[in-house]
């Protein structure tokens, strides 16, 4: 019997829905639907199915990855600004134990001291920042490995 594609759910959190004129210097300017086009090729390259979601609110994001929970097989999330400060979404992520990948675009352990904690790495098995839009695929394979192994 052929064996369920692994699905993985890749969250952008807020501001994120900015790309492409957002602060060009620091997130470049592809914008999230490049983004969101770019992790559908990976996933067709890797074997995949990807859902990708943005919200600008954390109790969104909360009950998005409450209702992954016997749908996906594993998460990539890029918080925004809500990795530095949200309890809430680690606590989430912990509690829904599946397998975590956090990216960021940029290089956070570069930019200012708020941004080098990370509650999103609490949860994580492994973070990718600083490479722009291909950290997206770097976390797609992260996961998708996570996925199948789960
Ligand atoms: C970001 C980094 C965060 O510090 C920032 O608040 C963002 C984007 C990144 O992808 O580089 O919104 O997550």
Not at 9 to 27: S, W
């Amino acid at each position: 019997m052929a064996k369920r594609q692994p699905h993985i759910l890749v969250l952008n959190g807020p501001n994120l829905n900015l790309l492409g004129t957002r602060e060009p210097a620091v997130y470049g300017t592809t914008t999230l639907a490049d983004i969101e086009a770019l992790c559908r090729a990976t996933a067709k390259t890797l074997g995949v199915a990807v859902e990708v979601r943005q919200s600008n609110h954390e109790g969104q994001l909360i009950d998005w990855i409450h209702a992954a929970r016997g749908k996906a097989h594993a998460i990539v999330i890029n918080a925004g600004a809500l990795t530095h400060t949200s309890v809430a979404l680690m606590d989430a992520l912990t509690g829904v134990t599946l397998p975590v990948v956090e990216v960021h675009l940029s290089n956070i352990f570069k930019r200012e001291s708020f941004r080098h904690h990370s509650y999103v790495a609490l949860a994580a098995r492994g973070s990718i920042c600083g490479f722009g839009p291909h950290g997206y695929v770097l976390a797609l394979e992260a996961a998708a490995r996570l996925a199948t192994e789960a």
